[in-house]
């Protein structure tokens, strides 16, 4: 065990910016392909104007020990991949039996969950809701709105990530822009 040392982290709502900056990662269009319903709309737009960048995270840097907490901020740009509205890649935690717990700081997003044996559930999130991840739920933001969509998160160390289940399996849900509107809707290649 580590002592680790207590600090403070002022976090912007509007944009998820930590200071000061700790750890930081983007996830452009290009490491999206694999999770997107329409492949061939990512390659088209890759093609045409580039890498864009789909969503960042801001998150501090904690050892993987029994009881720290890691934490950090999501900022989901607006935009949509062949009508698909942006989303974070989504997973499964590794330890299925570890939960979390998210927070909305700006903006409009949809939190999309699921579970091994069928079970969905989307849930809106604005500034100021707060979110429960129970165990053993796949879980997925998106950006419904037409500014950054921002939420804060927090879970267990020893959690881990499970992308590839969602990366083979796909979402049962997917959420489309109709007539400038966010609707869910089954996914027809979900396996
Ligand atoms: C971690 C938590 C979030 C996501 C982040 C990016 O357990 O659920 O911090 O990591 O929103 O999403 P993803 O699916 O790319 O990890
Ligand atoms: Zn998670």
Same mark, same amino acid.
């Not at 207590?6 to 996830?27: C, I, K, L, M």
């Given at each position: 065990?580590?002592?680790?040392?207590? %600090? #403070?982290?002022?976090?912007?709502?509007? *944009?998820?910016?930590? *200071?000061?900056?700790?750890?930081?990662? !983007?996830?452009?269009?290009?490491?999206?392909?694999?999770?997107?319903?329409?492949?061939?709309?990512?390659?088209?737009? +890759?093609?045409?104007?580039?890498?864009?960048?789909?969503? @960042?995270?801001?998150?501090?840097?904690?050892?993987?020990? @029994?009881? !720290?907490?890691?934490?950090?901020? $999501?900022?989901? =740009?607006? &935009?949509?991949?062949?009508?698909?509205?942006?989303? $974070?890649?989504?997973?499964?935690?590794?330890?299925?039996? !570890?939960?979390?717990?998210? %927070?909305?700081?700006?903006?409009?997003?949809? +939190? =999309? +969950? !699921? $579970?091994?044996?069928? @079970? $969905?559930?989307?849930?809106?999130?604005?500034?100021?809701?707060?979110?429960?991840?129970?165990?053993?739920?796949?879980?997925?933001? #998106?950006?419904?709105?037409?500014?950054? %969509?921002?939420?804060?998160?927090?879970?267990?160390?020893? /959690? &881990?990530?499970?992308?590839?289940?969602?990366?083979?399996?796909?979402?049962?849900? =997917?959420? #489309? =822009?109709?007539?400038?509107?966010?609707?869910?809707?089954?996914?027809?290649?979900? /396996?």
């Amino acid at each position: 065990m580590t002592l680790t040392q207590p %600090f #403070v982290t002022e976090v912007d709502f509007a *944009s998820g910016v930590f *200071s000061p900056r700790r750890g930081v990662y !983007q996830r452009r269009l290009s490491d999206m392909i694999g999770m997107v319903a329409d492949p061939e709309a990512a390659a088209r737009i +890759l093609e045409s104007e580039g890498d864009r960048l789909i969503y @960042e995270v801001h998150t501090v840097e904690l050892p993987v020990e @029994e009881g !720290q907490i890691p934490h950090c901020t $999501t900022r989901i =740009l607006p &935009g949509t991949i062949g009508g698909e509205c942006h989303m $974070t890649k989504g997973h499964y935690h590794a330890r299925r039996e !570890q939960g979390e717990v998210y %927070f909305g700081l700006s903006g409009r997003g949809l +939190l =999309l +969950l !699921q $579970t091994a044996e069928g @079970e $969905t559930s989307e849930l809106e999130m604005t500034a100021g809701s707060a979110a429960y991840v129970p165990p053993y739920w796949a879980h997925r933001t #998106v950006n419904i709105g037409a500014e950054d %969509f921002v939420f804060f998160s927090v879970w267990e160390a020893r /959690a &881990g990530h499970d992308y590839g289940t969602i990366e083979r399996d796909g979402f049962r849900k =997917l959420v #489309v =822009l109709r007539d400038g509107e966010a609707v869910v809707v089954d996914n027809p290649k979900y /396996a």
